[in-house]
């Protein structure tokens, strides 16, 4: 009788460490990817309205529009390496001392970018470090957000890996939306100081918050799935070849699956590009309307995640992605009538559709692979996928018509990559309910 009051009172003091830190380990998620969206947002934000001319002026308009676009684009080229490269560390050395390395670099290359002086000053210098500046975001951004995802999923409890895992999203949400709130702010002051060196102000916010995130992550154990497969993890000595040789398939369907990332890049790049340049709404409308339906999605994707614990991944996930492929049409078609009211409805009710997938791509990507290769295998799926994110608004830029209805090809291009993100989804088993055991037993 003892024994038994004695173990009933004994599971929950065990429990409890545990719960502790699968909170902490979500709330790092939460804040690394805070910092990192933060940087990749101001990045978005700045191609769109200043970098043009601060950094490519001597192209003309059309010209420092691309030029500045493809800037934006080039972290896209390098986040497959920084996928291979923290990838492999994450499975090798852990995933906290590798989520460590990839917040440094993307906080210290964000500050430097607000320290760069421009092509008026130092000539054709500035626009190459500002390209490898990028570069060097792209590279962290490689390795974050599958190690943050890695590093929630494993800690999180059993029948909520999808809320946990979700935290990673939610900090993608939370650095856009805040992002888009300093540029509201700066983008009030006279054009020749916002343009010398107002921009700049943003860009070194990224420090302090840097530090911060630092000081989460570091309280944050690694997780025991990790900790048991250390045999494993020493067969796979190279996990990239593992990755393709056993998990190919999974690989292939993270790439397809992300080609959701071509809604952010095309709401936060190329339409904010389009709403001010071409339907001459003030940048500072499409802001605050970029702010709302933020606020609509961060409170979402929590919802969403949740349902995804309880009917499952896929169908959310797929669900979600359809009707964002259809919203598109409207979504353009709004947008140029230039009318504020209703650009805000159609924004937060994108956002609400599209932060369903986003949120619960967290957990399922993550779930279609073994503990021993699984920071490698997400990293380097969708890092491969948002290549086509990366260079959207250059190829939207391009594609581009004559008219009021220029739009459409863009709209096009933007619904089949929701299409393919919702096949994808779609081809994958079902992990809900599944243990991290039996993923590792049964992930192909």
């Given at each position: 009788?003892?024994?038994g009051?004695?173990s009933?009172?004994?599971?929950p003091a065990?429990?409890?460490?545990?719960?502790r830190?699968?909170k902490r380990?979500?709330l790092?998620?939460l804040f690394?990817s805070?910092?990192?969206?933060?940087?990749?947002?101001?990045?978005a934000?700045?191609?769109?309205?200043?970098f043009?001319?601060?950094?490519?002026?001597?192209l003309?308009?059309?010209?420092?529009?691309?030029?500045?676009?493809?800037?934006?684009g080039?972290?896209?080229?390098?986040r497959?390496?920084?996928?291979?490269?923290?990838?492999?560390?994450?499975?090798?050395?852990g995933?906290?001392?590798?989520l460590?390395?990839t917040?440094?670099?993307?906080g210290?290359?964000t500050f430097?970018?607000g320290?760069?002086p421009?092509?008026?000053?130092?000539g054709?210098?500035?626009?190459?470090?500002l390209?490898?500046?990028?570069l060097?975001?792209?590279?962290?951004?490689?390795?974050?957000?599958?190690?943050?995802?890695?590093?929630?999923?494993?800690?999180?409890p059993?029948?909520k890996?999808g809320?946990?895992t979700?935290?990673?999203?939610?900090?993608t949400a939370?650095?856009?939306l805040l992002?888009s709130?300093?540029?509201?702010m700066?983008?009030?002051m006279?054009q020749?100081a916002?343009?010398?060196?107002?921009w700049r102000i943003?860009?070194l916010?990224?420090?302090p918050?840097m530090l911060i995130s630092l000081?989460?992550?570091?309280?944050?154990?690694?997780?025991d799935?990790?900790l048991?497969?250390?045999?494993?993890?020493n067969?796979?000595?190279?996990?990239?070849?593992?990755?393709?040789?056993d998990?190919w398939?999974?690989?292939l369907?993270v790439v397809?699956?992300s080609?959701?990332a071509v809604?952010?890049?095309?709401?936060s790049v190329?339409?904010l590009?389009?709403a001010v340049?071409?339907?001459?709404i003030?940048a500072?409308?499409m802001l605050?309307?970029?702010v709302v339906?933020?606020?609509?999605?961060?409170?979402?994707?929590?919802?969403w995640?949740?349902?995804?614990?309880?009917?499952g991944r896929r169908p959310?996930f797929?669900?979600t992605?359809i009707?964002?492929?259809i919203?598109w049409?409207?979504?353009f078609?709004?947008?140029?009538t230039g009318?504020?009211?209703?650009i805000?409805?159609i924004?937060?009710?994108f956002?609400?559709?599209?932060s369903?997938?986003?949120a619960?791509?967290?957990?399922?990507y993550t779930?279609m692979?073994p503990t021993?290769?699984?920071?490698?295998?997400?990293?380097?799926?969708?890092?491969l996928?948002?290549?086509v994110?990366g260079f959207a608004?250059?190829?939207e830029q391009?594609?581009?018509?004559?008219?009021?209805?220029g739009?459409l090809?863009?709209?096009?291009f933007?619904s089949?990559?929701?299409?393919v993100a919702?096949?994808a989804?779609?081809?994958?088993?079902e992990t809900?309910?599944?243990n991290?055991r039996k993923?590792d037993e049964v992930?192909?």
């Amino acid at each position: 009788m003892s024994q038994g009051v004695q173990s009933a009172g004994t599971e929950p003091a065990t429990l409890k460490p545990k719960n502790r830190m699968a909170k902490r380990a979500a709330l790092s998620a939460l804040f690394g990817s805070t910092v990192e969206y933060f940087d990749f947002t101001l990045f978005a934000t700045a191609s769109a309205l200043i970098f043009g001319q601060v950094f490519f002026a001597p192209l003309g308009t059309t010209g420092a529009l691309l030029a500045s676009f493809a800037t934006f684009g080039v972290a896209y080229v390098a986040r497959p390496a920084g996928a291979l490269l923290f990838g492999s560390l994450g499975d090798r050395i852990g995933r906290k001392r590798t989520l460590m390395i990839t917040l440094n670099l993307m906080g210290a290359a964000t500050f430097l970018v607000g320290l760069l002086p421009g092509y008026a000053t130092i000539g054709i210098a500035a626009p190459i470090i500002l390209v490898i500046l990028r570069l060097l975001q792209g590279l962290s951004a490689g390795g974050e957000q599958a190690g943050s995802n890695s590093l929630s999923l494993e800690h999180a409890p059993e029948g909520k890996r999808g809320l946990y895992t979700s935290w990673t999203m939610q900090g993608t949400a939370l650095g856009t939306l805040l992002a888009s709130v300093v540029f509201i702010m700066i983008s009030s002051m006279e054009q020749s100081a916002l343009m010398s060196w107002g921009w700049r102000i943003p860009f070194l916010l990224s420090g302090p918050l840097m530090l911060i995130s630092l000081y989460i992550r570091k309280g944050v154990d690694e997780t025991d799935a990790f900790l048991e497969t250390k045999e494993a993890r020493n067969e796979a000595k190279v996990p990239v070849f593992e990755v393709f040789r056993d998990h190919w398939r999974s690989v292939l369907r993270v790439v397809g699956c992300s080609f959701l990332a071509v809604g952010g890049s095309t709401l936060s790049v190329f339409l904010l590009g389009y709403a001010v340049g071409t339907v001459k709404i003030p940048a500072s409308q499409m802001l605050i309307a970029s702010v709302v339906a933020g606020v609509v999605g961060l409170v979402a994707q929590p919802l969403w995640a949740s349902l995804s614990d309880r009917v499952g991944r896929r169908p959310v996930f797929t669900g979600t992605m359809i009707a964002a492929a259809i919203l598109w049409f409207p979504t353009f078609g709004i947008v140029s009538t230039g009318n504020f009211g209703l650009i805000v409805m159609i924004l937060c009710v994108f956002s609400v559709v599209a932060s369903g997938a986003n949120a619960v791509g967290a957990s399922m990507y993550t779930e279609m692979f073994p503990t021993k290769v699984r920071y490698t295998g997400v990293a380097i799926g969708t890092q491969l996928g948002f290549l086509v994110a990366g260079f959207a608004p250059a190829i939207e830029q391009a594609i581009q018509g004559q008219g009021p209805g220029g739009w459409l090809p863009i709209a096009i291009f933007a619904s089949a990559c929701m299409l393919v993100a919702a096949v994808a989804g779609w081809s994958g088993k079902e992990t809900k309910g599944m243990n991290l055991r039996k993923i590792d037993e049964v992930a192909v």
